[in-house]
């Protein structure tokens, strides 16, 4: 099964040659494909090679390192960060104080950095999963009643959810943004002093500290280009100031008594910046349809996130 951008669903087999530019297709009932989505392999293999940078920083000699895992305390790599090690808060700042030896002090820091990269992991999957389970649920709708032609527009508790998908793949693609801002940090800040377990100096960086990196170069999430003056700017909307209209819809154009093709309407923009005049923020006036421009919203932003990954392992 196909779910398209223009949310219609096609049932049988796409014509090679002939396939739409972009759709989602059902592979089994959690896993779904659409084309180019071999990026986000891509991107999750860039990411372990920064785990591997972060061990070369810590540990310079990596014969250290790997003799230390034989005997390596479990809850230096797990407490705090996963839920599988049941230790709370207070004994794991007992256990982190006591450590006199330098070589778990390390690891314990170690393990913080990396975990960044498994979260940034996480993230982006999950922009994959979002992206998928939007087109499949808004391709889903209908409305319960048809007319024979003109355009009607349907909104209702199924069609919150579906915009919620819509605003959570945004807000998921902001976060993605952050935990870059976070490493990239990171690896230009590392301590020098590992007597104490050390304060990682990224705890509160974010996207918007960005200034703050040697690293920024051209074609990367850290240059100011519309795309992701455009995530940035939704993200900080839907986040602070409301949700994606007062009212969510989505249309439905009907000829001859069939759903041709449906559409969310996206907010007026101009190079990424929302168009708005004092207390008014939402205006659909040029009748651009996000369902459509999504798909390459996110392709230029994973493009984008690759090569700034890349650049991060470069410049160590």
Not at 121 to 133: D, G, H, P, Y
Not at 135 to 142: I, S, T
Request: include cysteine; charge should be negative; charged fraction near 25%.
């Amino acid at each position: 099964m196909y779910y398209l951008p223009n949310g219609r669903i096609e049932r049988n087999q796409l014509i090679i040659g002939q396939e739409p530019k972009f759709y989602i297709e059902q592979i089994s009932v959690n896993s779904f494909y659409f084309p180019g989505d071999n990026i986000i392999y891509d991107l999750d293999l860039a990411c372990i090679e920064l785990y591997d940078r972060f061990r070369e920083m810590v540990f310079p000699d990596e014969d250290v390192y790997y003799e230390s895992l034989s005997n390596l305390p479990t809850w230096i790599a797990a407490a705090g960060h996963d839920s599988d090690f049941p230790m709370n808060c207070i004994q794991f700042e007992q256990a982190s104080t006591k450590l006199d030896n330098e070589i778990w002090v390390r690891m314990l820091f170690l393990y913080d950095c990396q975990a960044m990269i498994g979260y940034l992991q996480n993230r982006i999957i999950e922009s994959k999963s979002k992206l998928a389970q939007f087109y499949v649920l808004f391709c889903k709708q209908e409305p319960l009643n048809l007319v024979q032609n003109g355009v009607i527009f349907v909104s209702g508790d199924s069609i919150t959810v579906v915009i919620s998908l819509l605003s959570d793949l945004i807000v998921t693609l902001y976060s993605i943004m952050d935990l870059t801002t976070k490493i990239a940090y990171q690896f230009e800040h590392m301590p020098e002093n590992y007597t104490k377990y050390p304060r990682q100096s990224s705890l509160k960086i974010q996207y918007g500290d960005k200034k703050k990196l040697r690293l920024f170069a051209e074609n990367t999430i850290f240059e100011v280009v519309p795309v992701i003056k455009l995530i940035e700017n939704l993200r900080h909307e839907l986040i602070h100031n409301g949700y994606w209209e007062m009212s969510p819809k989505i249309y439905f154009q009907i000829i001859n008594g069939e759903i041709a093709e449906k559409w969310i309407h996206m907010m007026d923009e101009d190079k990424g910046n929302i168009i708005t005049f004092k207390n008014r923020k939402r205006f659909f006036s040029r009748g651009e349809k996000i369902n459509i421009c999504l798909p390459e919203i996110c392709k230029e932003f994973w493009s984008r996130l690759k090569v700034t990954i890349e650049i991060i392992q470069e410049s160590l």
